[in-house]
């Protein structure tokens, strides 16, 4: 039979390994500590739950929507926007609602790219970012994001050794999977390079109110002329706990949102209204969850990066994310991110996503998402120390 092209420019999925083995080892009645993916555990606030309970009652709202996204809904979040950044956007032109970032995500790089039109990926970076290209027939060039290493010396080598120019970049920050943060002077460095170079910028701040110690992130559309070459994309997932809701939205660029809203009007009709109905009230509503939300994140943080210190894992505290971006111990690094994740799921039967799935620079780490109640994490960190005290003997046997 022929190969299906698209399907076949996508690697093994990474995270399989470790899934299975957490399936088996739960089907044997093992008490797995999840700490893989970055869903998260406590339920939506009950403001936003019940205004979609009125609203799925009422008839009008079980019609087809609109592929772009109710206009309630675009007024709501260029008002957020406008309250949290100062940015000023249309509704109309400057901004469109998605089924999720990874949808729009996936459906702008269908609209904007070329089969081999080439795309600049920060590496490690979240797979969507690398993949939503990829499906739409471009080729990549991934550019080292280490704390190591300049970023923008990278990207520079990444321009001048790279046929044709670039297109577009991707940026994500706060970042996932690294939790690495910026201020909005990189911003201003990203739009100059972009303009210099011709090319447009995707930036994902589905992170901007996951944030920490007095760090308040910022966006790419807060710099003067940005909207002439960038996009951003939002997500209500982890800010309102409503990752099953699927509501994400882009705003910025007109040219961008347009192609976008083009492509959309084609392939769905948004999604169920009442949601959308239910996520303007979370934006526009009272907003004392998100920092009950940032206070649980925060706190959880604390519990495991100081736990790990104490085991004798020394890590890096995150300013923002719901995730902790490890350095993988030095006696286990040689083993790379896959097997250390596997023996610590057998050893400690504590899960974790191992940073060889985000991309070849992320081999030396581990991501641990901040998704279990304080108790479990206690556990974890119990059975970690335990697994790092023998660490030495599992290794060589």
Known sequence: MEE???????????????????????????????????NPDRPTPQHIVDRLTEAAQEGRNHRYSLSAGIPGLRKALVGYYKRRFDVELDKETEAIVTIGSKEGLSHLGLAITNPGDTVLVPNPTYPIHVYSFVLAGADIRHVPLCREMDFFEELQKAVKSTWPKPKVLVVNFPSNPTAMVVDLEFYEKVVEFAKEHNMYVISDIAYSEICFDDYKPPSILQVPGAKDVA??????????????????????????????????????????????????VALNGPQECVEEIRMLYQNRRDVLVDGLARAGWEIESPKATMFVWAKIPEEFRKMGSLEFSKLLLKEAEVA???????????????????????????????????????????VSA
């Open 4 to 38: 299906f092209s698209r399907i076949g420019r996508l690697p093994p999925y990474v995270f399989a390994a470790v899934n299975d083995l957490k399936y088996k080892a739960r089907l044997r009645g093992e008490d797995i500590i999840d700490f893989g993916m970055g």
């Open 231 to 280: 996009v951003e994309f939002y997500s209500l997932s982890k800010t309102y706990n409503m990752p099953g809701w699927r509501v994400g939205f882009a705003v910025g660029n007109q040219r961008l949102i347009y192609a976008l809203k083009r492509i959309k009007s084609y392939l769905d009709y948004g999604m169920f209204q009442p949601i959308q109905v239910a996520a303007a």
């Open 352 to 394: 974790v996503s191992p940073g060889i799935g985000f991309g070849q620079f992320g081999d030396d780490h581990v991501r641990i998402a901040l998704i279990e109640n304080r108790h479990r994490t206690r556990q974890a960190i119990r059975s970690i120390k335990k697994f790092l005290g023998t660490g030495g003997d599992v």
